[in-house]
């Protein structure tokens, strides 16, 4: 071949390199457009805006249920567990509102003091993350389609609500449903009739906020490794988080149900380790990382890593392998050791008693009144003299799911009788399980060995086992 011909033949290959080049970038141009989403701005996909929708519906949806929630607690004489109820419902808005003015006096002079950076624009976004978390979320739901198409700052903000809400109010529903059960027909708005519906409101709530939990915790993990809408590996890591999640919230719950108040002496060093735990981590393996802001991530990593594996840092920041791999381990054992050695110690305590009425139906699910002994105000979960003598003699067998259970009727506190003679919703009138019969020769202690023990036992090695996954970051 000449060097004419082979010229000519370097030349066609140029240009049939570039036609071909030109075609991509025209047909990969073509996807970018196919993608890109009207009315919203540059870069925003379907996926983005399936993104938004469904993370700000599932924030309503799950804040306006809590609510409702909290005001059945009022409304059931639950004093105190409704005032945790509001807290909790409190928690994301107060830790964005921290955030808020940390980034915020960030960006501005560091000598001048908090009085001269006082704005009106600030103040509104302090009322707003604080007092309407979802409103908070919606904004940033907005800025996400119209301004800047990248949810992370988004789906950070909404994970609080998972956090810090969903499953503490997983805990405190779980706590009630043992120790005063509800059952009862129930007609929502006055429109559908349902057997047994304050009973299923209650399974209802659990589920809904064992769900927002793990949707959340998974995001979660997914975004500190600076990603999001991975819904398959949410999937798969859904087993992980689910077994420690109900390892520790069933443990504590049975805490909160036989010791009460004295429960949270349980909780505070619990609380301290993973604050502990959480601040180590971030000296020990980001120390040059810069605008950390360690002491809140601290403060706030020993509320959230109390119920669950959970990392917490500001917003913009992810974390290696190595990082959450230390955390994550280490959070699993110290917990689980805790755990384990208090519920121990419960165990002990109850075996001790073994006969103790007053102590061991306070859960109504795993006691047994004994035939012949006077019922107690902690078997009734009754502590109002009046309102126990009221229902003292109002228990009787119901059949409920093919088994008979015993039940009391509700209090004048917890129930108001209607005005109206031609009312009928005294049918509807709620009840509550109270500890069935025991059998000849039954102890009351003997539903919590044989059920809450092997279950709790064996939910904490499955828990510990975990602690040796190795989960790979990018």
């Not at 955030?99 to 600030?122: K, L, P, V």
């Not at 529903?173 to 006055?190: A, D, E, S």
């Not at 230390?326 to 519920?343: D, E, G, V």
């Amino acid at each position: 071949m000449s060097s004419a011909e082979k010229e000519n033949e370097f030349q066609l290959t140029q240009l049939s390199t570039r036609s071909n080049a030109g075609k991509k970038v025209k047909k990969g141009q073509k996807s970018i457009h196919a993608q890109r989403v009207c009315c919203f701005a540059q870069g925003v996909t379907h996926k983005t805006v399936f993104k938004v929708f469904l993370d700000v519906s599932l924030t309503f949806i799950d804040y306006g249920f809590d609510i409702f929630l909290t005001y059945t607690f009022f409304k059931a004489q639950h004093s105190k567990w409704g005032t945790a109820s509001i807290v909790v419902i409190l928690l994301p808005g107060i830790t964005c509102t921290v955030a808020q003015c940390i980034q915020d006096n960030t960006n501005r002079e560091a000598n001048r003091s908090w009085t001269r950076n006082f704005t009106w624009r600030g103040f509104g976004k302090v009322v707003v993350t604080l007092f309407c978390y979802p409103l908070w979320v919606l904004i940033l739901g907005y800025q996400t389609l119209a301004r800047i198409p990248d949810p992370r700052m988004m789906v950070h903000v909404k994970v609080w609500e998972g956090l810090l809400e969903s499953s503490w109010q997983f805990l405190i529903q779980v706590v009630l449903f043992q120790f005063r059960t509800p059952i009862g027909h129930k007609i929502p708005f006055g429109l559908v009739y349902i057997p047994n519906g304050e009973f299923w409101f209650r399974v209802a709530g659990i589920v809904l906020s064992f769900c927002a939990f793990l949707y959340t915790v998974t995001e979660y993990h997914i975004l500190l490794d600076g990603k999001v809408s991975q819904h398959k590996r949410q999937l798969k890591l859904a087993p992980f988080f689910t077994v420690n999640f109900l390892f520790r919230s069933l443990t504590l719950s049975l805490f909160w149900v036989y010791w009460k108040v004295p429960a949270l002496i349980a909780c505070v060093p619990l609380w301290l380790s993973n604050m502990w735990l959480t601040r180590k981590t971030l000296l020990s393996d980001l120390p040059d990382r810069a605008n950390q802001h360690l002491t809140f991530c601290w403060v706030v990593g020993g509320m959230v890593s109390q119920l669950t594996p959970a990392l917490a840092l500001f917003y913009g920041q992810t974390a290696n392998k190595k990082t959450i791999n230390y955390f994550y381990r280490r959070n699993i054992r110290i917990n689980n050791f805790l755990l384990l050695s208090i519920f121990s110690l419960l165990v002990l305590h109850l075996n001790l008693n073994p006969d103790d009425g007053s102590l061991l139906n306070r859960n109504v699910l795993l006691g047994c009144h004994k035939t012949g002994d006077p019922y107690s105000m902690d078997e009734f979960g009754i502590y109002d003299i009046e309102h126990f003598q009221q229902v003292n003699s109002t228990t009787h067998q119901l059949e409920i799911f093919g088994t008979n259970w015993t039940v009391r009727e509700a209090t004048s506190s917890e129930y108001q009788t209607p005005t109206d003679k031609n009312s009928t919703e005294y049918l509807y009138r709620p009840l509550y399980f109270i500890a069935h019969d025991c059998q000849p020769g039954q102890s009351p202690v003997e539903m919590f060995n044989y059920v809450a023990v092997p279950v709790i036992y064996c939910l904490g090695i499955i828990s510990t086992l975990t602690s040796f996954c190795t989960f790979h970051m990018d």
